[in-house]
Structure formats: structure tokens, C-alpha cells
């Protein structure tokens, strides 16, 4: 039985368990496969690269404070965290990957980057 690629349909000539006819077609198919599956979800991932680049940008020594005005001049959103970390002691950080955030009393913000 002859084997056709799953990108462009052309015959595979080569080892019996190979799917694709070339890298290119192998690239082609899996980049189609994984890309982000409509413009909600590419919104959200962008909102989210967004905010760790700015926490990452003002927390360079993994532990700072800054300002609420300060975050959203840079256009960080507060709706968009990857997880929430509720401490024994009754504090909530808010996290983007390894770049948390904790709010402070006077709209002050205690930015901590997590160990990984």
C-alpha cells in the first residue's frame, strides 16, 4: 500500500512509518496543527505575554514594589493571570508563570518572582 503525506498528499518514498514527504510538509503540518485555534485564544495568550514582560521589566531583582499607576501606564491588565497562590497568612499573589504580583495597601504592588 502506498503511503501519501498528511500535509500535501504526494507519495512518501522511505521508511514505512514516516507521515510526512518533507520537513517542509512535516513544519507545514504541525505549525497548522498547533497554532492557536481562533482570535480569542491569541488574545488572551497575547494579554498574558504582555503582562509578564512589564512584571518582568520592573522586577528585575525578583523581589520590588511599584505603583498600580504605574502598571497600567505600561498597559498591564489585571484580568489576565496564569494562577492564584493563597498563603497561610492570608495574602493572595497573583501570578504570570514565575512573575508574581501581591497588592499592597495605597495602591502600592509588591512584585516576586517564584523559584522554578
Given amino acids: 500500500m502506498m503511503k501519501t503525506c498528511l500535509e500535501c498528499g504526494e507519495k ?3 521508511r514505512e512509518d514516516k507521515k510526512f514527504c518533507s ?3 512535516r513544519n507545514a503540518y504541525n505549525n497548522k496543527i498547533n497554532k492557536d ?3 480569542f485564544m491569541r488574545n488572551i495568550n497575547n494579554k498574558l505575554r504582555k ?5 518582568s521589566l520592573l522586577n528585575i531583582d ?3 514594589k511599584t505603583t498600580r499607576a504605574k502598571l497600567l501606564s ?5 484580568d489576565f493571570f496564569t ?3 493563597n498563603t497561610k497568612t492570608g495574602n493572595t499573589y497573583y501570578f504570570l508563570y514565575d512573575q508574581g ?3 499592597l495597601d495605597n495602591d502600592y504592588i509588591m512584585l516576586v518572582k517564584k523559584d522554578i
Fill in 12 to 14: 512518501i518514498v522511505g
Fill in 23 to 25: 520537513d517542509g510538509c
Fill in 37 to 39: 485555534s481562533n482570535n
Fill in 51 to 55: 503582562n509578564y514582560r512589564i512584571l
Fill in 62 to 64: 525578583g523581589k520590588s
Fill in 74 to 78: 505600561k498597559g498591564f491588565d489585571f
Fill in 83 to 85: 494562577n492564584i497562590l
Fill in 101 to 103: 504580583y501581591l497588592l
